[in-house]
């Protein structure tokens, strides 16, 4: 499959990240189809995303006009096979569970074409897992987006073993077509890459918010206007050569004995998921939120991340 053979996409699943990925693609200019099992995630379908798509324009990354051109891009279908059935491009969103995505990479396969991409937005799990139980595993993949996927930038591209060169290339060029950030992975690992330096940093964040050692508040600020800030601009390597990397390497040695190294989930952080304060979607987590709260803090989060986006990649 080629860049240009792909004019139809495929959302299967349309909750906190499909929504904004069918609008990416539809931003993109390319005709969306999605689905979703909860009639309320279908139903509420263009109302979420028209609500995205004037925050885009009230921070001039989206012309008011265009706002009706993109909604009338987007289909919700009545099934999934109906979303899928003349798509060149599939990406699914549902359930960030194995047997899921295993069942729904086999049904998938069966409706649509030979030559269809389909791709795996999952954090977790790789592609070699996701398409075990497919006939033809050399044309998936996985798409990592992040959260809020119309508005960050970054969607990893991690070909499994058994996915071809054509189509990893391919599902790179569509994504940077349509103004995303696309990073290929080219070793198929757990957590894929920017995961894995978020466990590795969450961790000692962890730690710190644990032993006290500063309020979560600070911990927070602390690190948006320090490492947020810098890295924002350059790259963790870059920062490492501005640094000097003799300095970075003596500080390394020294410190990294001293760093959080077990497995464990902090007891503090443990005893909040046991407690069921899972964060924004419960209404607690390490911070406390209610309705107002949180609408006024995921509005405040969703406008600094368009200001950024704008600043620093341009109009998506």
């Given at each position: 499959?080629?860049?240009?053979?792909?004019?139809?996409?495929?959302?299967?699943?349309?909750?906190?990240?499909?929504?904004?990925?069918?609008?990416?693609?539809?931003?993109?200019?390319?005709?969306?189809r999605?689905?979703?099992?909860?009639?309320?995630?279908?139903?509420?379908?263009?109302?979420?995303?028209?609500?995205?798509?004037?925050?885009?324009?009230?921070?001039?990354?989206?012309?008011?006009?265009?706002?009706?051109?993109?909604?009338?891009?987007?289909?919700?279908?009545?099934?999934?096979?109906?979303?899928a059935?003349?798509?060149d491009f599939?990406?699914?969103?549902?359930?960030?569970?194995?047997?899921?995505?295993?069942?729904?990479?086999?049904?998938?396969?069966?409706?649509?074409?030979?030559?269809?991409?389909?791709a795996?937005?999952?954090?977790?799990?790789?592609?070699?897992?996701?398409?075990?139980?497919?006939?033809?595993?050399?044309?998936?993949?996985?798409?990592?987006?992040?959260?809020?996927?119309?508005?960050?930038?970054?969607?990893?591209?991690?070909?499994?073993?058994?996915?071809?060169?054509?189509?990893?290339?391919?599902?790179?060029?569509?994504?940077?077509?349509?103004?995303?950030?696309?990073?290929?992975?080219?070793?198929?690992i757990?957590?894929?890459?920017?995961?894995r330096?978020?466990?590795?940093?969450?961790?000692?964040?962890?730690d710190?918010?644990?032993?006290?050692?500063?309020s979560?508040?600070?911990?927070?600020?602390?690190?948006?206007?320090?490492?947020?800030?810098?890295?924002?601009?350059?790259?963790?390597l870059?920062?490492?050569?501005?640094?000097?990397?003799?300095?970075?390497?003596?500080?390394?040695?020294g410190?990294?004995?001293?760093?959080?190294?077990?497995t464990?989930?902090?007891?503090?952080?443990?005893?909040?998921?046991?407690?069921?304060?899972?964060?924004?979607?419960?209404?607690?987590?390490?911070?406390?939120?209610?309705?107002?709260?949180?609408?006024?803090?995921?509005?405040?989060?969703?406008?600094?991340?368009?200001?950024?986006?704008?600043?620093?990649?341009?109009?998506?």
């Open positions: 499959m080629q860049l240009d053979q792909i004019r139809q996409i495929a959302v299967i699943g349309l909750g906190r990240m499909g929504h904004g990925i069918a609008q990416a693609f539809a931003m993109g200019g390319y005709p969306v999605g689905f979703d099992e909860s009639d309320d995630a279908r139903a509420s379908l263009h109302q979420r995303i028209r609500g995205n798509l004037e925050d885009f324009a009230r921070n001039d990354i989206l012309d008011t006009a265009e706002i009706d051109v993109v909604l009338d891009r987007i289909a919700v279908a009545d099934t999934e096979a109906q979303a059935a003349s798509a599939v990406v699914e969103a549902v359930a960030e569970q194995l047997t899921v995505k295993q069942e729904l990479f086999a049904r998938i396969e069966d409706a649509v074409s030979d030559e269809t991409i389909i795996s937005n999952s954090s977790t799990f790789t592609i070699s897992e996701s398409s075990v139980n497919m006939r033809r595993p050399a044309r998936a993949v996985v798409t990592h987006w992040f959260n809020p996927p119309h508005i960050v930038p970054a969607v990893e591209v991690v070909p499994g073993p058994d996915t071809t060169e054509e189509i990893t290339e391919t599902t790179v060029a569509l994504h940077r077509k349509i103004g995303k950030l696309a990073v290929r992975v080219n070793v198929e757990p957590g894929f890459l920017v995961n330096v978020q466990i590795a940093m969450i961790r000692e964040v962890w710190l918010y644990e032993r006290g050692i500063a979560r508040e600070d911990i927070d600020a602390a690190i948006r206007g320090s490492l947020g800030f810098r890295l924002a601009a350059c790259g963790p870059a920062i490492c050569d501005f640094g000097g990397v003799d300095i970075w390497a003596t500080v390394y040695q410190l990294a004995p001293e760093l959080r190294r077990d464990e989930v902090p007891k503090a952080i443990q005893n909040l998921v046991d407690d069921g304060r899972c964060g924004t979607r419960t209404g607690s987590g390490i911070h406390d939120y209610d309705a107002q709260n949180l609408d006024d803090v995921t509005s405040r989060r969703d406008e600094t991340f368009l200001k950024l986006a704008k600043l620093l990649y341009g109009t998506q």
